[in-house]
T-cell receptor, first 114, second 115 residues
Framework: DVKVTQSSRYLVKRTGEKVFLECVQD?????MFWYRQDPGLGLRLIYF???????EKGDIPEGYSVSREKKERFSLILESASTNQTSMYLC?????????????FGQGTRLTVV | AQTVTQSQPEMSVQEAETVTLSCTYDTSESNYYLFWYKQPPSRQMILVIRQEAYKQQNATENRFSVNFQKAAKSFSLKISDSQLGDTAMYFC????????????FGKGTRLHILP
């Protein structure tokens, strides 16, 4: 059974804190993604990575950074959390090999910044 | 730039009815995948159905089927005999084939199945 696991389901942080959201996949996928989901805006891509130590900016990278030191783990970092980063964060992984390509998602982390 | 548009923010249908969710996309690619994802309330996003652009035959998965019109860049999802468990957000998504590239999602359609 394939799995993408996000470290927290719910998180409450204070403005200005450094926040780490962790994501681990057990499918040996090359590609990993961080999306932000807000009502009426759908899923917006923050960053994605297609290999270890590689990263690409998505549509809304400002205020975020990422780290991928190992193939199975992709971390999203909020350098200094702000209230406008209150949102649902979704991690996903996929592989361009073998024609699968579909993304598998984690359960999401609902982050509240107060 | 590639875009995915879902024109119906919200829909409601009675249980057992058939419902169609619309999706259009814009791309200059000739080979790509299209997907419909389902996100039930407070639950994980899961894949409903996928379509390879080079296949003319429309994909089907039990009660779920698509109407893929490549020339029109249209990819609608039909749910037959709708059930209460079909209540969810539905996202249409696109990715070019065989490239390390991002998956692009539409803004979603919130579907309510009414008893």
């Amino acid at each position: 059974d394939v799995k993408v696991t996000q470290s927290s389901r719910y998180l409450v942080k204070r403005t200005g804190e450094k926040v780490f959201l962790e994501c681990v996949q057990d499918m040996d996928h090359e590609n990993m993604f961080w999306y932000r989901q807000d009502p009426g805006l759908g899923l917006r891509l923050i960053y994605f990575s297609y290999d270890v130590k590689m990263k690409e900016k998505g549509d809304i990278p400002e205020g975020y950074s990422v780290s991928r030191e190992k193939k199975e783990r992709f971390s999203l970092i909020l350098e200094s959390a702000s209230t406008n980063q209150t949102s649902m964060y979704l991690c996903a992984s996929s592989s361009p090999q073998g024609g699968a390509t579909e993304a598998f998602f984690g359960q999401g982390t609902r982050l509240t910044v107060v | 730039a590639q875009t995915v548009t879902q024109s119906q923010p919200e829909m409601s249908v009675q249980e057992a009815e058939t419902v169609t969710l619309s999706c259009t996309y814009d791309t200059s690619e000739s080979n790509y995948y299209l997907f419909w994802y389902k996100q039930p309330p407070s639950r994980q996003m899961i894949l409903v159905i996928r379509q390879e652009a080079y296949k003319q035959q429309n994909a089907t998965e039990n009660r779920f089927s698509v109407n893929f019109q490549k020339a029109a860049k249209s990819f609608s999802l039909k749910i037959s005999d709708s059930q209460l468990g079909d209540t969810a957000m539905y996202f249409c998504a696109f990715i070019p084939m065989n490239r390390d590239d991002k998956i692009i999602f539409g803004k979603g359609t919130r579907l309510h199945i009414l008893p």
